[in-house]
């Protein structure tokens, strides 16, 4: 049986002199070092002079009204944000301290170290469960057949959905229900043995029971993997994030320890919006 | 642009000793006599269309019933051969289903590939100018009368390969069906276009977010999704291979044989049915029936094909599988 | 198994997709090119205006051009009122009940019955029931047949173009359904219309299996007087030419080729011209 550590740690960068990640015991403690991010849409700016840091093995909550950015600073982070035609982001996002934006850094690989949760769930409907589940590694090539099984159960297991579907592996990926669904893809994003977890709302479109279900999962997840939330209810962030950054008009209002930004703000504005004066 | 209005009576006043104001009525359906027949005409025009298929599907039926008196079942079914025209009359239509099915195969061998590959390149790789310029010379290939295809498949593409296949005889099933897969590739194209247009974007972003490649994303994800819609676009291309008349009449012969050699001569059920009516053959006899009974047989193949196509072209993959 | 590099086989099959695009288009060209050669040799005044002849230097297409002209007159004749009227009862009367559906299904199956069965139906019905004989009119009603279901299709599409809106309006000013579509929903459609119904007749011109057992004649040294008179049409010369063993009519074959693309090509680009004129004019 092969363990999911045991999946060739993946390199980011192509052609020569492609770096050893360094120190891979000796953890960094910053996860992500985003240095004047910004990022467009054609003429129109959305992120503006972004500059934070996240911790390893940490949930980060992004919180803020709608239209303030913070969709397009998660697909930033595993450059998803280019792939829309028109997009451009510039200034510095150190992964482990390399920046993700260098030249010789292939944005797939770096996709396979960051995964990414859309809020609409979108299992492949063409593909069984058990298929759903190992999706990341046929596609980029790494599965060996035999190891199918054992790594959907395990990945199925981490993300709380193998009791249910156990018996059901072969069933299409869209004959569950939306929490189910969501849970599946929380599932096939493991498969794949990312470093952090991107997660755009991934409970607004489910009701509040599901919803809870996936909280408490990402409780759990949050002690083997980085964890980064937008969401839009505060009372969501409050619950599941170590820390939380409030983003307003394409700004980075403020980032702080989570109990600290909801009871005592530093900037009025954030003060503002988590009190319901607008957004 | 003025809209004819209901008289209105000349009184200013309305009076209220009447129920209604102004006096005008609407108890009687509006329109005049006219126009109701003018509705009646359209209405007769819709109803045309299932007189059509009765009247198609009762030539045909009654021929064939008056075939069967004379011929019975298990000499149109278990007979290898088919030769109404010669002496020693044989009536197995097996050799005219083969020829046909010979020459769609080819077809089909062609423009499925083709046709796919296009439309994978069309939706997933070109630059919106490319595709806008493409497209229509694509509809120009279907666009084109079949007559001249023949035309094409005979004097062109027989004397062509019979340079690289030395035993390629002049009228072969090989020049036709590679020139019918010509003329279906736009057909195949433009509706697995649309299947695959279909799949939505969230899927692709799914993929994409897993770490894959264009190449492994369309493979593995976006074509599955889409194949309901690539299988209904291959079932109506069969049907029109099925139903071709005049590219296998020129180029691939007038010899009914029971063969899926392509080098040879061989005949279609539909080359058939030329050959008899622009021959000799006296109308009534057994031998002008066997028209009709051929001409009944393609229409209940096409006839499945189509059905076939519609139904797949609705299914929706992964919920109800 | 040996992993290639994934880049490179993405380069590699969007060079295969070229390829594979590039191919039916080039032998488009040269199958154009060799018409337009032989073409060349035998296209002439006297070829446009002459008889079919046994001698291939004098064998002219003619009856073949008139007897085109004349059946696409028939065609659309009865198919363009038929057609639209049928469009105009689906679009703007019929309920969904169980009628509807069923005349809907029979349309859509009608146009993907192959079109040598259109001609048995008028050798069955035309020739033979209706007693018209292998005719000019017989002809021109199996084609007007076969493109009605494409017609009606066209025309619909047409109709829908109309927003609801404006039907509405017209209904609330308390018009007819008649007056309505008379008055707001067809000069807006007209356009439209034509365009697709002109395409979908134009593609009668090069129909040449259903004519056949209708009895188009191959030789036909006169032209038709009246309706009754038998008929040919220029793919049937076209197919005359070609089945000829000797080389020489294949010359002809081609010219008859160039004449029925000339005809095709002036007629699809005059109803998209008009097409176009008339969407600038209602902008």
Redesign the interface.
Known sequence: MVLMSELPKIEIKTGPGGGRMAGGAAAKRMKFSIDDLHAWYGSHEVLRDITLDIGEKKVTAVIGPSGCGKSTFIRTLNRMHETIRGAGQSGKVLLDGENIFDKSVDPVLLRRRVGMVFQKPNPFPAMSIRDNVVAGLRLTGLLKNFQADTIAEKALKQAALWNEVKDHMNKPGGSLSGGQQQRLCIARSLAVNPEVLLMDEPCSALDPIATAKIEELIRQLREEYTIIIVTHNMQQAARVSDKTAFFLTGDLVEYDITEKLFTKPSDKRTEDYITGKFG | MTLQTRNISGETEPDPSKPTAGGRKFHHKAGSFAEHIIVWFMFACSILSIFITVGIVGVLIFETISFFREVTFAQFFLDTRWTPLFSSKHFGIWPLIAGTLLTTSIAIAVALPFGLLSAIYLSEFAASNVRRAVKPLLEILAGIPTIVYGYFALILVTPFLQKIIPDLSGFNALSAGLVMGVMIIPMISSLSEDAIYAVPESLKEGAYALGSHKLPSIFQVVLPTARSGIAAATTLAISRAIGETMIVTIAAGQQAKLTFDPRVPIETMTAYIVQISLGETPAGTLEFKTIFVVGFSLFCMTLIMNILGQKLAKRHIGTTE | MI?IN??I??KL??A???T??A???I??I??IG??AIKASERISWHFLTSFPSMKAEEAGIYSALVGSFYIIVLTGAVSL???V??A???EE??KKNLLTN??EI?????A??????????G???FV?MLNLGRSLLAGGLTLA?LV??IV?MASREALRTVPPSLREA?LA???????TIR??VLPMAIPGILTGSILSIS?A?????PL??V?AV?YMAFLPDSLRDPFTVL?IQ??NW??RPQEEF?LN??AG?AV??VV?LTI?AGAIVLRDRYQKRTR
């Open positions: 992993r994934p880049k086989s993405e099959f969007v295969l997709c070229v594979v695009i191919l039916p288009l032998l488009l040269v199958l060799d018409v009122p038929v057609g009227g049928a105009i009862y689906l009367y019929a069923l005349i029979n349309i859509a199956n009608l993907g019955v192959p079109s040598i069965i259109y001609g048995l139906l050798l069955g019905i033979h047949l009605l279901p009606i017209s000013l308390g018009a007819t359904r008649w007056e008055q707001v593609r011109i090069g129909e040449t299996a056949i057992p009895g191959a793919p076209i197919f070609v089945s294949t074959a081609a080729i029925l693309l095709l699809n």
